[in-house]
């Protein structure tokens, strides 16, 4: 569209001040579902990390299970009195318990990594863009030759080296991402070293560390942020697919994959309610996060920007 | 052209040396071969002869020569549970994983394109909008559980299809495979479906963005005025523009699903590739996991070789680009 | 004296965006005939070029005609069913568009665009569409136009490709031809080469044209009509003498006044103060009157058009109108 609607809103010089952040959260409330999506992602978030204080029971505790629950359908009674709401696997475990433990160490394996990953990939992104020449080349091919294999394949392949282990899925999922944060922020970098003030940083002599640190990279954030976002998710469904595949998490941590992987058995004669409400516990949270993450691409992009 | 190809063939040479690198530091320095292909319960004298074959008792230049030897004679150890040649046994049980992986990328185009070009082009109505709901949970929806659910629902509750194994093959022009037989159909919907879902949403999304991208273009106006029908210009003009960055995807894609097919073929049994490596993985079968490791590498690097070439055959652009620099 | 070939008649073209109701055309009246050239002359969001999409019936929602009548040939565009329009379209009414790095399909042959331009109209083989396609290549002076019609958009300069965008034009001999701003994206001697031409062309096929611009200087060489729009209006129309020599509407003599010439140099180039109003939130009665130095209290009303075929709409018009 031409012309008259390209033209910006007036600005009223009133008693609130714009900051980006609260024009940035401006944005963000204007879509419902994005902020619904935030919402959900909160109560789960919370529920897990609250898990040992909110649920009935504690599931990897051997003493609390009994045998002779397993298998309960949704809405059972337990020989103590305990009703599983879910219904209970073949351990007789609680289902709603395990699920929120699972949870909390999907989150726990996934923020790690993320954050790891996070920091590895924006150094290498950020050098690389600032030293540019052959070390660019070289740290960028490795990037490249690293994303032309799928993360499913890398995480197999280290697992089944390393073996199983909450470090070990978390060093294979810093492996993984950290290239996409890599390429992401070198990006952003080249762009804002051209950019007249980095020039005028490296006039006033700042050293370098200063301007990588305190000029390039938070101009780099946004991006950042959105590819965060879609990796904490990408890892919450990656762990829970190793999990799964009993290459992850050792059977004596709490893990999604795992739960689900038990109700398999059971599946087949009906039994459904051992993998599916794991399931559905993430499916909600990987909606929620991509939901977030998808609105919180349109709201940072600066193209979009009207 | 040639000169783009031949380019693109060292770079992928170049690639594969890394690879081979890589996997050999992997096993041979940091790892203990003998450990990794001889199996534990060996004798003295059968670990003497892999020492030898293997050349572990060379330097370490000389045993890089002995493993890209070995591996290009198709000998990479044999395996521990199966005692065939790792190469052999993978080979067997490629076919399985190629079937199951070109049907799930042709029911994403088959599916996706379509919907995509739809939702592109009514993006305002309630249809389209439900296409993109869906897409978003196809691509939240970890594929193990889909399995799970698939089978729930179509096997178990319905009864309608089966939940396990490849089915009957039949033969077609030399090639077996379960496409040729009722059973096998049956037997192969199922999970390609489950391996289909994510891609049928990305092909969804990526069309999508393609036709709201292309639609306000003045090209596409400017077809328009030219009296043409909207059928031609949607098909023709748009579709052809479209298509470029979707075939590059699906291309590239393919490793996705050839990576993917682990997690479905161990849900549905399907005695492919993916499945042995998760077994081998549990058994400790470590040469199948390296002969796994390179066949895979190579089969990556020549689909990126394939969809390069075939990109700078769908778009003149970058065809050109190339002739005016040779 | 012959019918027009064109006659617009009170056309509104409304976009109906959330933020309100946009009147891109707003009560639009003009006509061509036969071998004549209109010049459509306004600023950029003036609605010049909408009105020429509302010609071709090419305005997409949020867009939409709400009012007035198109007739080409005494046939009203305006409510006609969509097949019917596009058996009209690129065969009686053609449009050149403005940037012609954008109007080629980049991924089709040049001849794919061509043939298939003729084959919506006329039950014709292939070899007859190509035939006419070389020709038509030819007619605008692209040089080896066999090897031409194989290559692809991004091989042909700027100025090729407009010229290849007037050929698809010309392919089914029109009787009228929408030019938006052809040449605005073009250098300046390619420019005055397609200018000839197709001035040329369009006087020797006697197809009547209509030639939208920013730029009155064009207009003034080419046209025989010049129609003034501001603000989704047309301000002034009248033959190109008559409005250049002696302007009624402020804001046509302003347009004259910041056109550069040799005769004025040294002397400061005349300018009209601030920008044109969003169409969105026009001022009441004259939308020109916030930047007019004429305006007065009567501007507040909706100035009506004076005259006949010699038009104005301006309640303190600079000039006698008949």
């Known amino acids: 569209m031409s012309g008259p609607t390209a033209s910006a809103p007036p600005t009223e010089g009133g008693a609130r001040v714009e900051t980006p952040f609260r024009r940035f959260v401006a944005d963000f409330r204007e879509s419902r579902v994005a902020v619904g999506a935030l919402g959900v992602f909160a109560l789960i978030f919370a529920a897990a990390m609250l898990c040992s204080l909110i649920s009935p029971q504690n599931p990897y505790d051997l003493r609390q299970l009994d045998i002779m629950d397993g298998k309960l359908p949704p809405g059972s009674v337990s020989g103590d009195g305990l009703v599983f709401w879910l219904g209970s696997d073949s351990q007789g475990r609680d289902m709603v318990s395990a699920i929120l433990y699972g949870l909390r160490t999907s989150f726990l394996v996934a923020v790690t990594s993320g954050v790891l990953a996070a920091f590895v990939g924006t150094s290498v992104g950020l050098f690389a863009a600032y030293y540019g020449g052959r070390f660019d080349t070289v740290l960028m091919r490795m990037v490249d030759i690293k994303l032309a294999f799928p993360a499913i394949l890398i995480a197999l392949v280290l697992l089944a080296v390393l073996g199983q282990g909450v470090g070990k899925i978390v060093f294979a999922l810093v492996i993984i991402q950290y290239a996409y944060y890599a390429r992401t922020v070198r990006a952003s970098a080249l762009v804002e070293r051209r950019k007249e003030y980095v020039e005028a940083a490296h006039c006033l002599a700042l050293p370098k560390s200063r301007i990588l640190f305190r000029h390039i990279l938070p101009n780099c954030l946004p991006p950042l942020i959105v590819v965060g976002t879609i990796q904490i998710a990408n890892s919450i469904a990656l762990e829970a697919t190793l999990s799964f595949l009993g290459v992850g998490l050792p059977i004596t941590e709490p893990s999604l994959g795992l739960l689900i992987a038990n109700g398999f058995e059971y599946i087949l004669s009906g039994v459904y309610w051992i993998s599916f409400f794991p399931g559905l516990a993430l499916l909600v949270t990987i909606v929620s996060i991509n939901l977030v993450g998808d609105h919180l691409r349109d709201v940072l992009n600066p193209r979009l920007q009207k | 052209m040639t000169v783009f190809i031949i380019r693109r063939l060292m770079q992928s040479a170049l690639v594969l040396i890394i690879m081979s690198l890589l996997v050999f530091f992997g096993v041979f320095a940091i790892g203990d071969p003998v450990e990794i292909f001889v199996a534990a319960d060996a004798d003295q004298a059968e670990r003497e002869r892999a020492i030898k074959a293997l050349g572990l008792d060379r330097p370490i230049w000389a045993q890089y020569g002995y493993f890209v030897v070995n591996a290009l004679a198709g000998d990479l150890g044999r395996s521990f549970v199966f005692n065939i040649p790792s190469i052999e046994l993978i080979l067997q049980r490629m076919p399985a994983t190629l079937e199951l992986a070109s049907c799930a990328v042709m029911l994403s185009v088959v599916i996706g394109i379509p919907l995509g070009m739809f939702a592109g082009y009514r993006p305002e109505s309630r249809i389209s909008k439900t296409i993109m709901a869906t897409s978003i949970a196809g691509f939240s929806l970890p594929t193990f559980w889909v399995g799970l659910m698939l089978i729930l629902v179509f096997a178990v509750e319905l009864g309608w299809l089966p939940s396990t194994g490849r089915g009957q093959l039949g033969e077609f022009l030399g090639i077996r495979s379960s496409l040729f037989t009722l059973d096998g159909l049956a037997h192969l919907a199922l999970p390609a479906l489950n391996l289909a879902l994510f891609n049928i949403s990305l092909v969804i999304r990526l069309t999508r963005a393609g036709m709201r991208e292309n639609m306000p273009m003045d090209y596409v106006k400017f077809a328009r005025a030219k009296g043409l029908s909207q059928k031609r210009v949607v098909f023709v003009h748009v579709m052809k523009n479209i298509m470029i960055p979707v075939v590059t995807v699906i291309g590239l894609e393919i490793g996705q699903v050839i990576a993917f097919a682990v997690v479905t073929e161990t849900i549905f049994a399907w005695p492919g590739m993916g499945k042995l490596i998760i077994d081998s993985i549990n058994n400790l079968d470590r040469p199948v996991i390296v002969a796994y490791l390179l066949i895979t590498v190579i089969m990556f690097i020549v689909i990126n070789l394939v969809v390069d070439i075939l990109y700078s055959v769908l778009d003149p652009r970058v065809r050109l680009a190339d002739a005016g620099k040779s | ?322």
């Not at chain 3, 601030?274 to 130095?293: I, K, Q, W």
Request: glycine share 8%; net charge neutral; hydrophobic share 40%.
């Open chain 3, 1 to 322: 004296m012959t019918a027009a070939t064109l006659s617009v008649e009170n056309l509104e073209t409304h976009f109906f965006t959330k933020a309100g109701v946009l009147k891109a055309v707003n009560d639009v009246s003009f006509e061509v005939r036969q071998g004549k050239i209109l010049g459509l002359v306004g600023e950029s969001g003036s609605g010049k070029s909408v009105t020429g999409f509302s010609i071709m019936g090419l305005v997409d929602p949020p867009g939409r005609i709400v009012g007035g009548r198109v007739r080409f040939k005494g046939q009203d565009i305006v409510g006609m069913p969509e097949d019917q329009i596009r058996k009209l379209r690129g065969n009686r009414i053609a449009m050149i568009f403005q940037d012609p790095m954008m109007t080629l399909n980049p991924v089709l042959k040049v001849e794919t665009q061509m043939i298939e331009a003729v084959q919506a109209h006329d039950s014709v083989d292939r070899k007859t569409a190509w035939t006419r396609a070389r020709d038509a290549l030819g007619q605008v002076g692209i040089p080896s136009p066999e090897e031409r019609l194989a290559a692809y958009p991004h091989q042909f300069s700027g100025g090729m490709r407009q010229r290849v965008a007037i050929a698809i034009a010309l392919l089914n001999k029109p009787d009228l031809i929408v030019a938006d701003e052809p040449t605005t994206a073009l250098d300046v001697t390619i420019q005055g080469q397609i200018l000839y031409e197709v001035q040329k062309l369009a006087r020797e096929t006697r197809t009547a044209l209509i030639w939208i611009t920013h730029d009155l200087s064009v207009v003034a060489s080419l046209a025989d009509e010049i129609c003034v729009m501001y603000a989704g209006r047309i301000v002034e129309r009248g033959s190109v003498d008559e409005v250049l020599d002696r302007p009624a509407h402020p804001y046509t003599a302003g347009l004259i006044g910041s056109v550069p010439s040799r005769n004025e140099k040294g002397k400061p180039l005349v300018q009209i103060p601030g920008v044109m109003p969003s169409m969105l939130n026009l001022p009441s009665g004259c939308a020109f009157r916030l930047r007019c130095s004429h305006a007065d209290a009567t501007c507040c009303d909706e100035p009506k058009p004076r005259g006949h075929l010699r038009q104005v709409r301006c309640c303190h018009p600079l000039a006698e109108i008949a």
